[in-house]
T-cell receptor, first 111, second 115 residues
Framework: KQEVTQIPAALSVPEGENLVLNCSFT??????LQWFRQDPGKGLTSLLL?????REQTSGRLNASLDKSSGRSTLYIAASQPGDSATYLC??????????FGSGTRLLVRP | GAGVSQSPSNKVTEKGKDVELRCDPI?????LYWYRQSLGQGLEFLIY????????KSGLPSDRFSAERTGGSVSTLTIQRTQQEDSAVYLC?????????????FGNGTRLTVT
């Protein structure tokens, strides 16, 4: 059974800092890995999708990497801003097209 | 263009009543997912549709839960004889197919409260 774990559960940093969020998964038979952000009371917003054959994806200040063999992904946020404060969720799409989510990392960027 | 639309946004119901939650996916999206998010918890997979068929119903918590999708578009999630533990935010998502390069687009959810 696929399990997705995110570390840390919560993170508080000063504005401008670069930071790394970690995601690990137990079964490497995945189609893709997706990172989302969720703001309080809202749905999820897709940030990045990395296909199983890819190693990384970049969008603006965000960079996500994937090491499928070791079951790990990282989301790197450069020059963090208060508007980045949200919960970041990692999810893997398994062989039956089910997207399995981690519990998320709650990020607070202090002005 | 419009995103994924869910209605109602909030629903308060008495224990034992039936409720119906609606999801309008992005036009043309063939894959549709339902998830449940309880307070302070992660997202729990409920059911997945490809077109009108549901290849994976493994996440439905009990036989009180059912879902259907008609015309490859709108989906409804029905909870019969609601219980207090059914209180949660129910999220719907769609993607243009189940291929590996299609991200999921989520609606804002329906917050269900069972009193």
């Amino acid at each position: 059974k696929q399990e997705v774990t995110q570390i840390p559960a919560a993170l508080s940093v000063p504005e401008g800092e670069n930071l790394v969020l970690n995601c690990s998964f137990t079964d490497s038979a995945i189609y893709n890995l997706q990172w989302f952000r969720q703001d309080p009371g809202k749905g999820l917003t897709s940030l990045l999708l990395i296909q199983s054959s890819q190693r990384e994806q970049t969008s603006g200040r965000l960079n996500a990497s994937l090491d499928k063999s070791s079951g790990r992904s990282t989301l790197y946020i450069a020059a963090s801003q208060p508007g980045d404060s949200a919960t970041y969720l990692c999810a893997v799409m398994d062989s039956s097209y089910k997207l399995i989510f981690g519990s998320g990392t709650r990020l607070l960027v202090r002005p | 263009g419009a995103g994924v639309s869910q209605s109602p946004s909030n629903k308060v119901t008495e224990k034992g009543k039936d409720v119906e939650l609606r999801c309008d996916p992005i036009s043309g999206h063939t894959a549709l997912y339902w998830y449940r998010q309880s307070l302070g918890q992660g997202l729990e997979f409920l059911i997945y549709f490809q077109g009108n068929s549901a290849p994976d119903k493994s996440g439905l918590p009990s036989d009180r839960f059912s879902a259907e999708r008609t015309g490859g578009s709108v989906s409804t999630l029905t909870i019969q004889r609601t219980q207090q533990e059914d209180s949660a935010v129910y999220l719907c998502a769609s993607s243009d197919d189940s291929a590996s390069d299609s991200p999921l687009h989520f609606g804002n959810g329906t917050r269900l409260t069972v009193t």
